[in-house]
């Protein structure tokens, strides 16, 4: 699988599992500087080494995580504030399907124009691509 993820950098990865240690260095000797609970969750890969990846959250913390516990799958992060609308169509003027809490974490579905299509655990829709992080280019 890690070798499914040797790619030119930078590129959008979501956790595999619903525990990741981040290190701060690219091997289990280093020391875990953060353990992600969040199966999913999307992160930015800006570095590659030896079945590890330098990563970046949306807070902007970097560290390493082995490959393996990453997927090319691409995730989204509701971000902003307040709820952000699910709506049936996109443009803004769909139908609201859902409202999602900052911190939602689903995947990320095609863009168009300022919206893309997101799936929170088999509710879909499509939400406002200011309001997701993972979207776009990383």
Known sequence: MAAAQDREVPYWASMRATEVNMRVGPSAD???DWVYKRKGMPVKVIRLREGWRLIEDVDGAQGWVVARLLTPERGALVIGEGEAEMQSEPGG???IRWR????VVGV???????WCELDVQ????WV?????WGDGDP
């Open 108 to 114: 990320l579905g095609k863009c168009q124009g300022q």
């Open 93 to 95: 003027s769909g139908t």
């Open 122 to 125: 088999g509710h879909k829709g």
């Open 30 to 32: 280093y020391q875990i």
């Open 100 to 103: 999602l809490a900052p911190g």
């Open 128 to 132: 406002s691509a200011e309001r997701l």
